[in-house]
């Protein structure tokens, strides 16, 4: 008889799932996980249950996804996992595992020599260190990410961190110099077509300037927010 997890409660699904890993055994839909197969359905399972919100699920998928990829000897199979991971225990406010995965992935990146997978890797290490209370850390890492999108022409990747960079200086009070990020980042993603992180950027640049004591820029910032 077919087990169906959708039909299940939240703890019931996990309590199924630790038993399916922790036994090596595999669900009706899923290869086993030490196989390509099993590892490529692993992870797509992982996403769509992070995409439902049931992200304790997901960690447990990705954890079965990472195990294949180690067995695999597949370095990159293993880096996009435990940056799923870490975004799904960020999520969850576990942050402490979220940075581990982030400095774990970052390694087995660095033995690659896969800079561009590095400097995404180090964006978010530098947003789970500033939700850490870490704001030296995130200011080190965020600067070093930076660096490197510009110098390899990355905008879409620079966007992203003069964003985050900008939610580092606003924690700090900096709020004109967070407006003036906010506003790089938004110019940036909007003539790239990132049309989520121009809205983002936007409102965080509005937010910033009203702040600062700036109305009649955060009001307009907010106009044309609503347009795009």
């Given amino acids: 008889m077919a087990l169906h997890l959708a039909r299940l409660g939240a703890f019931q699904r996990r309590i199924v799932l630790a038993c399916v890993f922790a036994v090596g055994l595999s ?6 996980l030490g196989t390509k197969e099993g590892f490529e359905q692993g992870v797509s399972q992982g996403a769509d249950a992070f995409a439902r919100g049931w992200l304790n699920d997901a960690i447990l998928y990705w954890t079965g996804a990472l195990d294949a990829a180690k067995k695999l000897d597949d370095p990159a199979g293993q880096v996009d ?27 087995v990146a660095e033995s690659q020599g896969a800079e ?14 500033l939700l850490s209370g870490k704001p030296d850390a995130a200011r080190a890492e965020f600067e070093t990410t930076l660096a490197y999108a510009t110098s390899a022409g990355d905008q879409r990747l620079e966007a992203q961190v003069l964003n985050d960079f900008g939610n580092l200086l606003y924690e700090q009070d900096e709020y004109a110099k967070a407006a003036k990020l906010y506003g790089r980042s938004r110019a940036l993603s909007g003539a790239n077509g990132e049309a989520e992180l121009t809205w983002t950027a936007a409102i965080n640049a509005a937010r910033a300037q ?11 910032l907010l106009r044309e927010a609503v347009v795009e």
């Fill in 27 to 32: 669900l009706p839909a899923s290869a086993q």
């Fill in 81 to 107: 996992v435990l940056a799923r991971r870490a975004e799904a225990y960020r999520t969850l406010g576990y942050l402490n595992q979220s940075l581990t995965d982030l400095k774990t992935a970052i390694g």
């Fill in 116 to 129: 561009d997978s590095v400097a995404r890797l180090r964006s978010g290490l530098g947003t789970a260190y």
């Fill in 210 to 220: 009203a702040a600062a004591g700036n109305t009649a820029a955060a009001e307009t």
